[in-house]
């Protein structure tokens, strides 16, 4: 049962993006503003990891814009652009796997995935923090050293709070996402796009002891992993550049190639998730 219900919604998840292309009364316009926060939550999960991963490879981020069509971009300073630019498409999947095992795992599963998206936090906030220091004056080692001690102290306390409550992995995604906001966005439309995606991550999340909610978990990690594959495919058919075609410019290797790996890289989660609903309706 557990694998057919796994193989339903990846079949949901595939057709949910093509149903507002349904012409049939106003069955277009339902399904247009149905998918729409699916797509916002997938577009800020991959601008997200192009931030996170530039700030892990020493630059930082400086801006991140939300619009409400589901499009979106990071601004971000430095850091080692091949990895940048890989992460979008590669992140976006990774995310959506998390999610799927979060909603399907144990309360142990859970809260190592929650310490995780907390190191995340400390990690993406660290320029700010360590430029917050700079500000009043403690620069170069000095405001390195203190930056470091506040931001573990910061990271222990948030540990300790998160572990602690009911739902761990809902409460530390509902902090990634608003201190996201807090730190990189600054208009209007962005911020509605973070509460839309801040209220389908986290209600869902504190009550996935439900069953029906729990489903509705999972399908949103496949449709954000399903969904990374569509969007690198899709860049085959679109002539302004992308991420595919800036790795090319990068590496050399040809805008396919980069679009093959993405797209392998889906289509492994997806069966690594796919043996592990395997082993649970064996069990």
């Known amino acids: 049962m557990s694998t057919l219900r796994f193989l339903v919604l990846v079949t949901v998840a595939v057709l949910l993006p093509l149903l507002p292309k349904v012409q049939f009364y106003w069955f277009n316009f339902l399904f247009h503003y149905l998918h729409l926060p699916f797509s916002w939550l997938d577009t800020f999960l991959h601008e997200i990891s192009h931030g996170l991963v530039a700030v892990l490879t020493g630059g930082e981020i400086i801006k991140i814009h939300l619009r409400l069509n589901g499009g979106g971009e990071c601004h971000y300073a430095g850091g080692w652009q091949i990895l940048v630019n890989f992460a979008g498409y590669a992140g976006a999947s990774l995310w959506g796997a998390a999610l799927y095992v979060g909603a399907s795992s144990t309360a142990t599963v859970s809260n190592r995935l929650a310490i995780g998206v907390l190191l995340l936090v400390l990690i993406s906030a660290w320029s700010k923090l360590v430029a917050l220091f700079a500000l009043l004056g403690l620069s170069g080692v000095v405001g390195y050293s203190v930056a470091l001690a506040v931001g573990i102290a910061l990271y222990l306390l948030a540990v300790s709070f998160v572990v602690r409550s009911s739902h761990p992995l809902a409460t530390s995604i509902l902090v990634f996402i608003l201190l996201s906001g807090v730190l990189w966005v600054g208009d209007a439309e962005s911020w509605l796009v973070l509460g ?88």
């Open 196 to 283: 839309a995606i801040s209220l389908m991550i986290f209600v869902p999340l504190w009550f996935v002891q439900n069953r029906y909610i729990q489903l509705f978990v999972q399908f949103i990690g496949l449709y954000v992993l399903v969904n990374s594959t569509r969007s690198a495919l899709a860049l085959l058919s679109i002539a302004r550049s992308g991420d595919d075609t800036r790795m090319a410019n990068i590496t050399a290797l040809p805008e396919s190639f980069w679009v093959s790996v993405w797209a392998l890289l889906s289509v492994v989660l997806l069966l690594l998730l796919l043996r592990r609903s395997l082993r649970t309706a064996a069990s």
